[in-house]
């Protein structure tokens, strides 16, 4: 017999320490199948796309913690800013300098992570580790007042291979440490790494926070929304 929801939200939830956020990967799941897994308990859900996010806070109960984990056009951060609570892949100055002042229209600060490529694959998106210690340093950042940030957002290269994965999230927890030691100190406090297929292994290398959607939810439907 299948498990339900709430069975695979529990078993998900034992496999966790205590200090880890579950994030549940609600992307292109329906609003109904949201809720299940809020009437089960789950308060912090995340999502790719911008106007989705929006369609489902609207639909949803407003004591949900909405993260955004996708990729994040300049020109969509409006759709979010007055609701989200955290944006996981900021990776340029340009993104930042957006959702800054998309947070003081809606009169918020908005916690950020700075997603860091550490992947084999060109195709993820994110700040060269070097990249973004020059941008650190060069402080531009310092100049917004409305945001705050909170850590660093890192996807492994999809590889069976658990010593390069568990190399990747190394290095990631390394960054992390040394940036909130130069620069940011207790606020700089979620690192957020591990999915359905590697978050054990993202866990044992330091990970905060984990972004589960398949082992919670099932395999997507990518038929449900296609618009950005």
Known sequence: M?????E????VEASLPDDVTLVAVSKTHPAEMIREAYDAGQRVFGE???QELREKYALLPHDIRWHMIGHLQTNKVKYIAPFVELIHSVDSDRLLAVID???AKNGRTIDILFEVHIAEEETKSGWEPEELRRYLAEGTWRTYGNIRIRGLMAVATQTDDDSRIR???TAVHELF???KSGYFGTDFDTLSMGMTQDY???VTCGATMVRIGSRIFGER???ITNKQ
Do not use: I, Q, V, W
């Open 2 to 6: 299948a498990m339900s929801l709430k």
């Open 101 to 103: 002042r998309e947070a």
């Open 8 to 11: 695979r939200l529990r078993e």
């Open 177 to 179: 440490g040394e940036l």
């Open 200 to 202: 054990p292994l993202a």
């Open 48 to 50: 790719n796309r911008p």
């Open 167 to 169: 190399a990747e999230f």
């Open 221 to 223: 439907d990518y038929t």
